[in-house]
């Protein structure tokens, strides 16, 4: 879910930055593409780590519930910009990056995502058609989660209401 949706999510707003045509996804067809206005987003990486995070939550039946973070999982794809002037590349750079959230929720978890770094490819050096072009290397930083639940307590019998300094204390007994 996190890929789907991390790369859907920067193909949108890659769009809404002012880009006219469509956006490849694919670093082949990238290549063969004969266009000076351009935009990409292309993956690069996956990570993964041990992680032993744990965090309890209520759902919406008022059920407690214990969420474990099994593993970080980071995502990071590169998206590509290219237009014929410096002006017109910086421009859709600004709004591209000024449209970005903070991050995205993904399965109902909440998957900040981090600009890496900013690139800027010439000419010389770019697979692409386009004169200038720009390299922004996009990170989601989210997980994978199991989810337990708590087990209800049964059999458990309150014998004795003690006061201590005006406060109740209770003493359970027969747990079984």
């Known amino acids: 879910m996190l890929y789907g949706q991390s790369k859907q999510y920067l193909l949108e707003k890659l769009t809404e930055s002012g880009l006219k045509s469509r956006p490849y996804t694919a670093l082949k067809a990238l290549q063969k593409s004969q266009e000076s206005h351009i935009g990409a987003v292309l993956f690069e990486r996956e990570a993964y780590a041990r992680n032993g995070s744990k965090k309890r939550f209520w759902?919406?039946?008022?059920?407690?519930h214990k969420r474990r973070k099994v593993f970080d999982r980071a995502v990071t794809f590169v998206v590509l910009i290219g237009d014929y002037t410096d002006d017109a590349v910086e421009t859709m750079?600004?709004?591209?990056?000024?449209?970005l959230d903070r991050g995205i929720t993904v399965d109902?978890?909440?998957v900040p995502l981090e600009i890496e770094g900013v690139e800027w490819?010439?000419?010389e050096d770019a697979l692409l058609k386009a004169q200038v072009a720009v390299r922004v290397t996009v990170t989601f930083n989210g997980g994978v989660y199991k989810d337990t639940d708590f087990g209800p307590l049964t059999h458990v019998e309150?014998?004795?209401?003690e006061k201590i300094n005006g406060k109740e204390n209770g003493y359970a007994a027969g747990i079984c």
């Open 59 to 64: 759902d919406e039946e008022g059920a407690k």
């Open 108 to 110: 109902g978890n909440f």
């Open 121 to 123: 490819v010439d000419t």
């Open 93 to 99: 750079l600004e709004k591209f990056v000024s449209l």
């Open 158 to 161: 309150v014998v004795e209401i």
